[in-house]
Structures are given as structure tokens and as C-alpha cells.
């Protein structure tokens, strides 16, 4: 009975296939029809899809991407598929829409084929598989992306004939549908645009000096351009993550932590390099060569991008990206625009740094006047200097550097604002005070201290001559001298504070200094 069986089952495939193979030639739909039934009684789909694979569907596809016994394709160039499948969906339409109309009819019984999987992507993939397998290859990331997004387009062109979402699943969840997929290795073309943008910014970023961008005579430029080559490099690899041409939207969250990567790696760049200028390990090899050579004007410049980087990562940029991920839940949206706004802090973050960087290199130069503020407590000692009557000449030349390095910067550098100006003023003033106030200090409490050790001694000795004591000296000892010196010094300080735009009264170590030095009866009034 056995053989009788399988000679009656190959017999009436064998009959059935001629029948299915004829109706389809005539689009005959009675008999197409007949022989689906039959099919799917006998439980036999596969043949049916089959013979519509390799009857119908093999011989248009083998115009479109023609190829060899040995693979290849035989005649044409290119691994493009975009132009293939628009050929593909419009032979669908023409030769194929007919059967699928057949099977997919309400209440035919003959939802159980799969025509679109089964007949025709699985000869789409054969297809490009023997003819252009390159096609496939993430080496090539922008060949590969424009194939990838045309190979999404075809499959939801095939998906427009399935009647309704749960054959939609269906069409989704067979084997070809999931092998197709398997064939676009999108990790491997994200490691590469990774490696592209990334690598972009690292050698911005590996450069021994900052790189300035200069722009036309005829004034293209603009208050809001980026001015160092870094900077624009950022701007340019954070919106990369987001082209068209380069995203890929089942990777987007490995793109948005590439753009919270990139935010990071030039946030640590400047905070490094800026805390290894104030610590002076900035030496050969170091990676930080650039905050060495930098001079206040580049570090305007630093604030001047910071600013225009921040700006625009939490605007233009973080709406472009929300509007990107607008299908996303609330909830995931919420979270993306809270990372990109705390990676625009921490550019913001820097700018106080910056500005500290500009004060240190300001204060550097103008302190080396203070030298002269030793050499005064020298000369009262070894001489017999008569009771001071005017400043010190040190006192004019205290704050000339800073003075003139405003003048340059505001001369040279456009981006400077009054806001910073105020800030970076009011900033080294304070500094230059404090060191003046530190070394002052010191030396007077010295001079006091020495002289109240030679009077303990001289009254040492007077007692043991039998000399009285009581009558006091009504000369001025040369620690007064000294401090009626620093006081005149101090007060023509501060008018050169206010000729600077500083008020002197508003800084502690001002104040400070000034009881310190003054008579008694002027430790509470700071007269300028």
C-alpha cells in the first residue's frame, strides 16, 4: 500500500502542478483557484509557492538582476538596488498582483500560502545574492545605507498586499523574511560610522595647538560662527549622527549615545587641557600642548564657541533629534532631550574655567610688578628714609599689563562682550589684590615682629645699665615708615582700580589690605 500511496501522491502532484502551472500562464482564476484548494487540502503549500516562484516570479526577477550559473552579474555594474526593486514592485503589480489577490480573498480558505515570502522575496534574495552580493557589504556605509533604506521600502511595498495587520505578523514572522533581514548587518556599518565620526573628532582634537577658521574678507562670517577648527568639528560630527544619509533609525540609541560620546570627549578635552595649563603639565607629549600656547584672545575664542555650541545643541539641534524620534514614547523622548541638555551644561560648565584661564594669564603678567613691594621694606630697614610722603613709582606700572592686554583684546578680538570684560576685571583685580594683599601681610607682620624682638633687647639692655625705660622713643620706628609707605601705595592702588573700571571697595582683600597698613584713625574709612 505504501508504494501505491506515494506513486498516487507524486501522480497527483505531478497532475496538480501541470493544472497550477497552466492557470497561471492563462491567469486562468477558476483553475488557480481549484488548484489552491487542492493544495491546501492536501496540506502540499509549499509546492504551490514554489511553482509560482520559479514559473512566474524567477523569470522577470532574472531580467532585472541577471546572473551567471556561477553568480555575478552578467552584464551591468554596480551593487546598487535601488533602481532593481523599482522594477521588482512594478512587475509585482503587473505579473504577481493577480494571485495574490486570489489567495488573500475573504473567506477563500487559502490564507495558509505566503506568496510575497515565500515565491517572491525568497527569489529577491536568491537573486541578489548570485548577482550582487556586495550589495550586502557595510564596507561601503553609504552604498550600503541607501540599499538598506530601499530594501525597507520594498518590504513595506510587499507588505501593502497583505489585507489585513495580522498577516502583515504572519508575512513578518516567516524564515525568508527573518533571513533577508539577517543580510543587513547594521551593527557592523554603525562600528564604521563610529569610527568615521568619532575618529573625525579625535584628530581635531589630537592637535598641538588650537586651529583657528578664518572666513572671507567679505564678511560671510557672523557673531554666532564657530571660530576654531575643534569646535567646528564637534558641530560637524554631532549633526553627522543625525543626516539622512548616515542614520539609521533601528540604531538610534547607539547614535544618540554617540552624540552624548562626542559631547563628553570635547567637554573633557578643554576641562583637561585647561586644568593642566593651571597645573603646568603641559609638556611635550602630554596631549595638552595646545593649552600652553594659548594666549587670552584663543580662550575668548574657547568662550565664544562654548556659547554658540551650547546654544545650539539645546535648540536647533536637540529639536531636529526629538523630531527624528517623534514616534517614540513620551517617556523615551523625555529622557533623550534630558541627556542632550545635560550634555549642552556641560559645555556651559566650562566657561567659568575659560574665564579663569584668561584671569591666571592676565594676573601672571601683571604680578611681576609686585617684586618691587620687597624691595620697599629693604630700604626702610637699611636706610634712614625720612617719613613718606608720596607713593611708590611700582604702583603706576601695577596694572599697566592689564590695561594693555584689554586694550589689545578688545582691539583684536570681536567676540568679547562687556559682560566678559566685567567679569574678566573684576576677576584678575581680585587676584592682584589677594598676592598683594598675601605678600604685604607678610612682610609687615616680619617688621613688626623683628622690631618688637630689637625693642625687647634694648630694653634689656638700658635695664641692666641701670638706664630708666619708661620714657618712650617719640621717633617714627621704621616699620611705620613702612606701613605709611604701603598705605600711600594702597591708596593709589585702588584709584587705578577705578580708572580700570573696578571698584576696590567691592573686593575683600582690599579692604583687608587697607587695615592692615592704614593709621587708626583710618582703619574704617577707605578714602580713594
Same mark, same amino acid.
Given at each position: 500500500?505504501?508504494?501505491?500511496i506515494?506513486?498516487a501522491?507524486?501522480?497527483?502532484d505531478?497532475s496538480?502542478?501541470?493544472?497550477?502551472v497552466d492557470g497561471l500562464?492563462?491567469?486562468?482564476?477558476?483553475?488557480?483557484y481549484?488548484?489552491?484548494?487542492?493544495?491546501a487540502?492536501?496540506?502540499n503549500t509549499?509546492?504551490a509557492e514554489e511553482?509560482?516562484r520559479?514559473?512566474?516570479?524567477a523569470?522577470?526577477?532574472q531580467?532585472?538582476?541577471?546572473?551567471?550559473?556561477s553568480?555575478?552579474v552578467v552584464g551591468a555594474?554596480?551593487?546598487?538596488l535601488e533602481?532593481d526593486?523599482?522594477e521588482i514592485k512594478?512587475?509585482?503589480?503587473?505579473?504577481?498582483?493577480?494571485?495574490?489577490?486570489?489567495?488573500s480573498?475573504e473567506?477563500s480558505?487559502l490564507?495558509v500560502?505566503?506568496?510575497?515570502?515565500?515565491?517572491i =522575496?525568497?527569489?529577491?534574495l536568491? &537573486?541578489i @545574492?548570485k *548577482?550582487k552580493p +556586495?550589495?550586502? $557589504?557595510p564596507?561601503?556605509p553609504?552604498?550600503f545605507l541607501?540599499?538598506y533604506?530601499?530594501?525597507?521600502?520594498?518590504l513595506?511595498?510587499?507588505?501593502?498586499y497583505?489585507?489585513s495587520r495580522?498577516a502583515v505578523?504572519?508575512?513578518?514572522?516567516e524564515?525568508i523574511?527573518?533571513e533577508?533581514?539577517?543580510?543587513?548587518?547594521v551593527?557592523?556599518?554603525f562600528s564604521?560610522?563610529?569610527?568615521e565620526?568619532a575618529?573625525a573628532?579625535?584628530?581635531?582634537?589630537?592637535?598641538t595647538s588650537l586651529?583657528?577658521?578664518?572666513?572671507?574678507?567679505?564678511?560671510n562670517?557672523?557673531?554666532?560662527?564657530?571660530?576654531?577648527?575643534q569646535s567646528v568639528?564637534?558641530l560637524e560630527?554631532l549633526?553627522?549622527?543625525w543626516?539622512?544619509?548616515?542614520?539609521i533609525?533601528?540604531?538610534s540609541?547607539k547614535?544618540?549615545?554617540l552624540?552624548?560620546?562626542l559631547l563628553?570627549?570635547?567637554s573633557?578635552? =578643554?576641562l583637561?587641557?585647561l586644568? &593642566?595649563r @593651571?597645573t *603646568?603639565?603641559t +609638556?611635550?607629549n $602630554?596631549g595638552?600642548?595646545?593649552?600652553?600656547?594659548?594666549v587670552?584672545?584663543?580662550?575668548?575664542?574657547?568662550i565664544?564657541?562654548?556659547?554658540c555650541?551650547a546654544t545650539?545643541v539645546?535648540?536647533?539641534?536637540l529639536e531636529?533629534v526629538l523630531q527624528l524620534l517623534?514616534?517614540?514614547?513620551?517617556?523615551v523622548l523625555?529622557?533623550?532631550?534630558q541627556?542632550?541638555?545635560?550634555?549642552g551644561?556641560s559645555?556651559?560648565?566650562?566657561?567659568?574655567?575659560?574665564?579663569n584661564?584668561?584671569t591666571?594669564?592676565?594676573?601672571?603678567?601683571a604680578v611681576?610688578?609686585l617684586?618691587?613691594?620687597?624691595a620697599?621694606a629693604t630700604?626702610?630697614?637699611?636706610?634712614n628714609?625720612?617719613?613718606?610722603?608720596?607713593?611708590?613709582l611700582?604702583?603706576?606700572?601695577?596694572?599697566?599689563p592689564l590695561k594693555?592686554?584689554?586694550l589689545?583684546?578688545?582691539?583684536?578680538?570681536p567676540?568679547?562682550?562687556r559682560?566678559t570684560?566685567k567679569?574678566?576685571?573684576?576677576?584678575a583685580?581680585t587676584?592682584?589684590?589677594g598676592r598683594?594683599?598675601?605678600?604685604?601681610?607678610?612682610i609687615?607682620?616680619?617688621?613688626r615682629?623683628t622690631e618688637?624682638s630689637l625693642?625687647?633687647?634694648?630694653k634689656g639692655a638700658?635695664?641692666?645699665?641701670?638706664v630708666?625705660s619708661?620714657?618712650?622713643?617719640p621717633?617714627v620706628?621704621?616699620t611705620?615708615k613702612?606701613?605709611?609707605?604701603?598705605f600711600?601705595?594702597?591708596q593709589?592702588y585702588?584709584?587705578?582700580?577705578?580708572?580700570?573700571g573696578v571698584?576696590?571697595k567691592e573686593?575683600?582683600?582690599?579692604?583687608?589690605?587697607w587695615?592692615?597698613?592704614?593709621?587708626p584713625?583710618?582703619?574704617?574709612?577707605i578714602?580713594?
Amino acid at each position: 500500500m505504501e508504494k501505491r500511496i506515494q506513486g498516487a501522491s507524486l501522480l497527483l502532484d505531478a497532475s496538480l502542478g501541470h493544472c497550477f502551472v497552466d492557470g497561471l500562464e492563462h491567469r486562468d482564476e477558476n483553475a488557480i483557484y481549484n488548484c489552491l484548494r487542492a493544495y491546501a487540502a492536501i496540506d502540499n503549500t509549499s509546492s504551490a509557492e514554489e511553482i509560482f516562484r520559479t514559473t512566474i516570479v524567477a523569470p522577470l526577477i532574472q531580467k532585472i538582476i541577471p546572473h551567471g550559473p556561477s553568480g555575478g552579474v552578467v552584464g551591468a555594474s554596480g551593487d546598487g538596488l535601488e533602481i532593481d526593486y523599482q522594477e521588482i514592485k512594478k512587475c509585482t503589480e503587473k505579473d504577481c498582483k493577480f494571485l495574490l489577490e486570489i489567495s488573500s480573498a475573504e473567506n477563500s480558505g487559502l490564507h495558509v500560502f505566503d506568496f510575497l515570502a515565500n515565491s517572491i =522575496l525568497k527569489e529577491v534574495l536568491s &537573486a541578489i @545574492k548570485k *548577482g550582487k552580493p +556586495g550589495a550586502f $557589504s557595510p564596507g561601503r556605509p553609504t552604498e550600503f545605507l541607501i540599499n538598506y533604506k530601499s530594501s525597507l521600502d520594498f518590504l513595506g511595498h510587499l507588505e501593502g498586499y497583505c489585507p489585513s495587520r495580522s498577516a502583515v505578523t504572519k508575512f513578518r514572522a516567516e524564515a525568508i523574511y527573518v533571513e533577508f533581514m539577517k543580510q543587513w548587518n547594521v551593527g557592523v556599518y554603525f562600528s564604521l560610522r563610529f569610527q568615521e565620526i568619532a575618529g573625525a573628532l579625535d584628530s581635531a582634537l589630537a592637535t598641538t595647538s588650537l586651529i583657528p577658521v578664518h572666513y572671507s574678507p567679505s564678511g560671510n562670517g557672523s557673531s554666532q560662527d564657530l571660530t576654531l577648527k575643534q569646535s567646528v568639528t564637534l558641530l560637524e560630527s554631532l549633526r553627522s549622527c543625525w543626516r539622512e544619509d548616515v542614520l539609521i533609525h533601528s540604531c538610534s540609541d547607539k547614535f544618540l549615545r554617540l552624540t552624548l560620546q562626542l559631547l563628553s570627549r570635547f567637554s573633557n578635552w =578643554l576641562l583637561s587641557g585647561l586644568a &593642566a595649563r @593651571k597645573t *603646568g603639565n603641559t +609638556g611635550s607629549n $602630554s596631549g595638552y600642548e595646545w593649552a600652553a600656547s594659548a594666549v587670552p584672545n584663543d580662550f575668548l575664542y574657547i568662550i565664544h564657541d562654548i556659547n554658540c555650541l551650547a546654544t545650539e545643541v539645546c535648540g536647533d539641534y536637540l529639536e531636529h533629534v526629538l523630531q527624528l524620534l517623534s514616534s517614540c514614547s513620551a517617556d523615551v523622548l523625555d529622557l533623550v532631550k534630558q541627556s542632550i541638555l545635560q550634555g549642552g551644561k556641560s559645555l556651559n560648565d566650562l566657561t567659568p574655567l575659560a574665564i579663569n584661564a584668561i584671569t591666571d594669564a592676565l594676573v601672571d603678567e601683571a604680578v611681576k610688578g609686585l617684586k618691587d613691594v620687597k624691595a620697599i621694606a629693604t630700604t626702610f630697614r637699611m636706610t634712614n628714609k625720612p617719613i613718606p610722603s608720596r607713593h611708590s613709582l611700582y604702583v603706576s606700572g601695577l596694572l599697566s599689563p592689564l590695561k594693555k592686554d584689554f586694550l589689545d583684546m578688545e582691539k583684536h578680538n570681536p567676540y568679547l562682550t562687556r559682560e566678559t570684560v566685567k567679569e574678566l576685571r573684576h576677576g584678575a583685580a581680585t587676584e592682584i589684590t589677594g598676592r598683594y594683599y598675601d605678600m604685604v601681610v607678610e612682610i609687615v607682620s616680619v617688621a613688626r615682629k623683628t622690631e618688637s624682638s630689637l625693642q625687647r633687647l634694648k630694653k634689656g639692655a638700658q635695664r641692666r645699665a641701670g638706664v630708666s625705660s619708661d620714657v618712650s622713643d617719640p621717633s617714627v620706628s621704621d616699620t611705620d615708615k613702612l606701613c605709611m609707605q604701603y598705605f600711600l601705595d594702597i591708596q593709589e592702588y585702588g584709584r587705578n582700580l577705578s580708572t580700570l573700571g573696578v571698584d576696590a571697595k567691592e573686593i575683600p582683600a582690599y579692604r583687608s589690605l587697607w587695615q592692615c597698613v592704614a593709621p587708626p584713625d583710618r582703619q574704617n574709612v577707605i578714602d580713594l
